[in-house]
């Protein structure tokens, strides 16, 4: 929750929102209960607990997610049944899972069959 705000998080946090948990990378807001945000993130699906006693949530200043496109939609359903497709993980682009695993250290390139979004690992951004 974000220090000294007390409205609901519904109203803090709809579905589709860009948020950073403590020390996490951004991650989306996919479904809300009365304290608890479940999120989108990188390599799936997690739910959390919010109060003052944990990390400090914060809302990103990124447009929202738009989770009724069929591309997220797609991607969530893959992400909520992913023990079905055996370590292939939703495309970011397409939703679809047929993006694998890749080598254990993440760097080798791995190329959508799809749509031939390419999911790199890049130098620059990690140095």
């Not at 899972?97 to 749509?115: K, M, R, S, Y």
Request: aromatic content about 8%; proline content about 10%; charged content about 25%.
């Amino acid at each position: 929750m974000e220090p000294g705000n007390r409205r609901p998080l519904s109203e803090q946090f709809p579905p589709g929102t860009w948020i950073k948990r403590g020390s996490s990378g951004p991650i989306v807001v996919i479904a809300i209960t009365e304290n608890m945000l479940t999120v989108l993130l990188v390599d799936g699906i997690a739910t959390f607990i919010v109060s003052d006693k944990g990390p400090v949530v914060s809302k990103l200043d990124s447009p929202p997610l738009d989770l009724t496109l069929p591309r997220e939609q797609r991607r969530l359903w893959f992400w909520r049944n992913k023990d079905m497709f055996q370590g292939h993980r939703p495309c970011p682009c397409c939703g679809y899972p047929n993006l694998g695993i890749g080598d254990a250290f993440g760097i080798e390139p791995v190329q959508c069959l799809i749509c031939g979004w390419m999911d790199q690992w890049d130098e620059e951004k990690d140095a």
